[in-house]
DNA sequence: CGTCAGATTGAGCAGCTTCAACGTATGTGG
DNA sequence: CCACATACGTTGAAGCTGCTCAATCTGACG
């Protein structure tokens, strides 16, 4: 089984032979954990950092009032809580939203690797570099974007994230969320969330049955969602 | 003159003098940059970082209808690019919002830095994850926080962070915004960002005359904009 | 004194929320 | 295998938050 993070970071540069041993050997236990379950809690001072091998899992920050907010979507091939190696303490907690597979990474194994291999150290971070481009776009489109954009912007997102990790069919990702979850994803009320959805439908953008979310016109939702790719790094570089 | 990263980055973990002296060593030159003049421009891709030791910036995306949105606001002993080093292409701009001076560090020399100090780039890597703690914040609060809400938040923030690099004269810093810049920084329009303000005055919150924000009731401030400090990592850890 | 950028005010309206009801599929205990 | 529970999606109506447009005010400056 390949680990999806080496085919991650290999859409921004090569990972030498060594490198990639080093990957693999950084995991120390492989688990599994159910939806709806907290991958990280906030709070939480952890001293391993974890790895999505298959699922999706969220990024989320709470209210008092029970208001949520997600800030991020992660899928295969994600490090989920890899800035927490240096952070120290969660600020936000990670959720599972559906049956996630993880490996786990020792901060001490990471510490090593910073000090004996500052190329791949170089990519490491680089990942975490991506993971803000993203919340950047996410705030524009949040505070500039209409409801319908928005949504189309993050489909578009998603499309590609999992395609550059193989996790694409074609024109069919898996979606596995909630409307409430989306809404919460989005910045947008259940409610509002569904109108979007049924507008986009009627319009011939996607069709989304079950989990299985197919994007019927790549052009007009790019267009729509007044989306462009590159802060998403998907190119080959010395880095 | 004391680096105002230097400052910055001591907040987070020691730094030793050979460290110290690294960092001051990285600098090639330092420029000045009028207000309303692009740092970096989107789209370029730059052999150097620039770090601010003095003045406002803000990094911006324009949509072609000219609509903006500020992703993040950028005050002295901020490293406003240093992800470029590894993302390569600019995602977006950084624009002086008063006269700014600004270091210059070559790519060579961070790439160096990484290759020689461990402990100097895992800090300098936490650097860009606390700006992207900072990004989720500010996601959070624009999609679940009321206008006020979230205005109060952004002005705690601004407050500690500008504390933290010796920046704030007692309960009052310096807020060289317009409201239109506010607006595009919370998402707001300029009429609505002025009544927000209004508000605030009359409930006795903050004073804001010319440049100089004065909070006026910092307990009240924190609970209006449901503000916790602990995703700035302002503690002292080995990192 | 005129000009200009920025702040303020008013009026009308759109987008999105809230509340509440109802529909539909899936699962579960008796 | 039915009765019921539960989770999620859909629909309608009413209302609020924040937007747009447009005018006016204010202070700084050449």
Redesign the interface.
């Known amino acids: 089984m390949i680990n999806p993070l080496v085919l991650k970071l290999e859409r921004h540069d090569r990972l030498s032979d060594d490198e990639k041993r080093v990957l693999e050997g950084a995991i120390s236990r492989v688990r599994v954990v159910e939806a709806d379950e907290d991958i990280v809690h906030e709070g939480e001072r952890p001293s391993e950092s974890n790895l999505l091998l298959d699922g999706y899992a969220a ?1 989320y ?1 709470i ?2 009032n029970g ?3 997600i ?2 979507i992660h899928v295969a091939g994600d490090f989920v809580d890899l ?1 927490n190696f ?4 969660m ?2 907690g990670v959720l599972a939203l559906t049956p996630c597979r993880v490996a786990v990474v020792p901060h001490a194994t990471i ?1 090593k690797i ?2 004996e291999h ?1 190329h791949l ?2 990519l490491l ?2 990942n ?6 993203i ?6 489109a ?3 974007l209409s409801a319908t954009a928005h949504m189309a912007h993050f489909i578009c997102e998603l499309f590609l994230r999992l395609k550059a990790v193989g996790r694409a069919d074609g024109d069919t990702i898996q979606l596995p969320l909630t409307q409430a979850e989306l809404g ?1 994803t ?2 947008l009320s259940t409610v509002h969330v569904n109108r979007v959805l049924q507008e986009m439908r009627k319009e011939g953008l996607i069709r989304w049955q079950g989990d299985a979310l197919t994007v019927l016109d790549w052009k007009r939702l790019t267009s729509v969602g ?1 989306f462009t790719p ?2 998403l ?1 998907l ?1 080959l ?1 010395d ?1």
């Open positions: 990024r920050k209210f008092s208001r949520r907010q800030t991020a800035h240096l952070v120290k303490t600020d936000h510490e910073t000090n500052p150290t170089r971070w680089l975490t570099l991506v993971d803000g481009a919340h950047r776009e996410w705030l524009t949040m505070g500039r919460d989005l910045g007044e590159t802060y790094s190119q570089e880095r």
